[in-house]
């Protein structure tokens, strides 16, 4: 303001608002950090691993000033055309989020090298594309092991999604969690299909959870995307207790709701978003875990009567232990 | 062409312009410029070589399930099962190419072509066997049986043939020698020999209708069963024929889709190609050239549509299901833009109508 008083007083106010205008223009320019967002199937509202993606990519928006474009896919052949599109225009950054989009990214990150891709679950070797991995079975087995002290049936239940190497590593990780508490607790597990259908199918997971809670399960960890809520609405009408997850989902049914294993997709979209406008991109695996907060449990004022002092103390010694190394969560992915 | 046919390609043309206009309005009524959105999806569907392959992309298999609703339509029955006939015919490309690696290069392909037809064709027969031995409506079966292709093809796609590399529910590849590489032309898009094939298939449903007794006799039992049946015709053979040379041409999307594509069969590939299909079907009034012609349209629009996403801020591509809805409904109601001043002219003879079989109504 004062550099526009004073070219004011000296009678060139409008060779000065020129200037002004010009130099605002060239800021935005240099600042505006395009990046695109191309959400799964489940869409941005599955309050779940799209939901956090998105968040993440907002708040980029919000702190960082990027512009922000996002999708949801038709069909499976259209990543890659969407790919291409962004790409195509001044796009500075293409974050897929979810292994279906793995071969697109593949393929478009090879015919665009100067621009920069990010995908979620799954790994795509090429130097322009950064592949955001979690170590989903740490989680898993903190989770397992909070179901298992809340218990006293020494029952507790998973409901998967999709029967896909993915999932199977949560349930492994839960049932490692809850055999630690308890070896000789029962873990039932089932998964809601075996195509991505699965994902949204909220009325089957509420059966297999009522199923589960009947056959004495007095905790079920849900990992079935948008059809988690069929798990929680069972939860209710039975009166017992779900474990969440991706997103913090204990605000959806507080009082049935245990916790929910946090899988930090927006904490990943938004360093990666960070990096790549600072010029710090780097290509190659990032992996999240419980070492870098990527990985973990949410403690909120929704279920922080339902963890007592003791479980969460317990917890918190189990994830150091994992920390230390003391304890090695088995990962499906290796045992293949 | 007959100048009836002249006339009814006009008022279809005029029905696809009307729905676009519509279309158009409610796109301004949403607040958006329709003539920006008109110029996204211009260029969307044709604005480079890739993406004018991407809507012959997903045209191609819009043409064979459009001329497998056709077929049956003109044999005076409604297939409402190319999803599933598809979705077999598919499953089989796939199966010949990961069972039959030892093939060599020029064999493979077309074994595939064969397997693929042939599951379609079996798929199809059967609705036309309840049919024509049993009476029973073919409408209800063909969309059951969508249900037991779709449970089928998964059970094999995800147990015997289950891809164990990926976390998506898919087949191993097939053999590299039965993929038909796509024309260098449109820049990587995946538009190889399934388009030629397509309108090969247009020009032979043309030929097989029109010029050969077979094609004869299913229009007659289209047209009028108990004059067919009269006249000395084999109902019953008839239908079961074109249901399963119907459901041989919708099981050609598996030529397309897995030797010209991804490789490998994929659950969920289709989106629904099969029911866009009986909408081709209705736009190019059950004429092949017609077929051709409205695939290529919502082939465009979907593609195009997929750019809305990206540049508009209040509409998406759902817009072109609104397209779609809107031009169906116009092409459809042709009656409402030409019927008054035909009626007149040509009083008292039967109304031309293309659109529902004459003889099927019970």
């Known amino acids: 303001m004062l550099a526009v008083a004073h070219l004011f007083a000296r009678g060139t106010l409008k060779r000065g608002l020129w200037l002004l205008v010009l130099m605002t223009f060239t800021a935005q320019a240099l600042a505006e950090f395009k990046v695109a967002l191309i959400l799964d199937r489940g869409g941005k509202d599955d309050k779940s691993f799209n939901s956090s993606a998105f968040e993440g990519a907002n708040r980029a928006k919000e702190k960082l000033g990027i512009t922000l474009k996002f999708v949801e896919a038709a069909d499976d052949n259209a990543y890659e055309g969407i790919l291409r599109s962004f790409a195509r225009r001044d796009f500075d950054l293409m974050i897929g989020v979810g292994f279906a989009q793995k071969e697109a990214v593949q393929k478009v990150a090879v015919q665009f090298p100067d621009k920069h891709f990010a995908i979620v679950d799954s790994e795509v070797q090429a130097p322009n594309v950064r592949s955001l991995m979690f170590e989903e079975h740490e989680g898993a087995y903190l989770v397992g092991a909070i179901a298992a002290m809340a218990s006293k049936s020494r029952i507790i239940g998973f409901v998967g999604g999709m029967d896909i190497p993915l999932i199977r590593r949560f349930a492994m990780g839960y049932e490692a969690g809850a055999r630690k508490i308890d070896p000789g607790a029962k873990v039932i597990l089932n998964f809601v299909g075996i195509t991505g259908e699965a994902w949204n199918n909220a009325p089957k997971a509420k059966e297999l959870a009522l199923s589960q809670y009947t056959g004495g399960a007095e905790v079920v960890f849900a990992a079935a995307g948008a059809s988690n809520f069929g798990v929680f609405d069972a939860a209710e009408e039975r009166k017992k207790l779900a474990i969440g997850v991706d997103s913090n989902q204990n605000w959806t049914k507080p009082g049935f709701i245990l916790t929910s294993m946090l899988k930090r997709v927006d904490e990943a979209v938004y360093a990666t978003i960070l990096e790549a406008q600072s010029g710090k991109f780097q290509g190659g695996i990032r992996s999240f875990g419980l070492a870098n907060q990527g990985i973990g449990y949410a403690v909120d004022k929704y279920n922080e009567k339902l963890l007592t002092p003791e479980i969460r103390a317990r917890v918190e010694e189990l994830k150091s232990d994992i920390l230390a190394g003391k304890i090695v969560v088995p990962d499906f992915y290796k045992t293949r | ?362």
Request: proline letters at 5%; one cysteine or more.
């Open chain 2, 1 to 362: 062409m007959s100048g009836k046919s002249v006339q009814g390609l006009l008022s279809a043309l005029f029905g696809v312009l009307v729905g676009l206009i519509l279309g158009l309005l409610v796109v301004w009524g949403a607040g958006e410029n329709p003539l920006t959105v008109l110029r996204i999806l211009a260029r969307g569907a044709f604005g480079s070589r890739y993406d004018l392959g991407m809507t012959l992309f997903y045209s191609t298999p819009l043409i064979f399930t459009g001329l497998s609703v056709a077929v049956v339509f003109r044999a005076g029955m409604f297939n409402i099962g190319a999803e599933g006939q598809l979705t077999v015919g598919t499953i089989a490309a796939a199966m010949a190419g990961i069972l039959l690696p030892f093939l060599p290069m020029p064999i493979a392909p077309l074994v595939a072509w064969v397997c693929a037809s042939l599951a379609g064709a079996a798929w199809g027969a059967i609705p036309g066997w309840l049919r024509a031995r049993r009476g029973s409506h073919e409408v209800i079966n063909t969309i059951m049986l969508n249900f037991v292709a779709a449970g089928l093809c998964s059970y094999f796609a995800l147990y015997p043939l289950r891809n164990l590399q990926s976390q998506n529910p898919e087949t191993r590849g097939i053999a590299s020698q039965f993929k038909l590489a796509p024309f260098p032309l449109f820049e990587g898009a995946p538009v190889g020999w399934a388009l030629p094939l397509a309108l090969l298939m247009a020009l032979f449903v043309w030929f097989l209708l029109w010029r050969t007794v077979i094609g004869f006799e299913w229009r007659a039992v289209g047209l009028n069963e108990v004059a067919a049946r009269a006249a000395g015709i084999d109902v019953a053979r008839a239908r079961v024929g074109a249901f399963a040379f119907a459901g041989a041409l919708a099981g050609m999307v598996g030529v397309a889709e897995v030797l010209g594509n991804s490789g490998r069969f994929r659950v969920g590939f289709s989106p629904e190609y099969g029911f866009m299909g009986i909408a081709v079907a209705l736009l190019g009034r059950n004429h092949p050239a017609g077929v051709v012609a409205a695939a290529l349209l919502l082939g465009a629009l979907h593609k195009g549509a997929a750019e809305l996403d990206l540049e508009t801020d209040r509409v998406t591509r759902d817009l072109s299901l609104v397209f779609q809805g809107l031009i169906i409904l116009c092409v459809s109601a042709e009656g409402w833009w030409f019927q008054n001043r035909r009626r007149k002219a040509t009083a008292g003879s039967q109304k031309s109508t293309g659109v529902v079989p004459a003889s099927n109504s019970p």
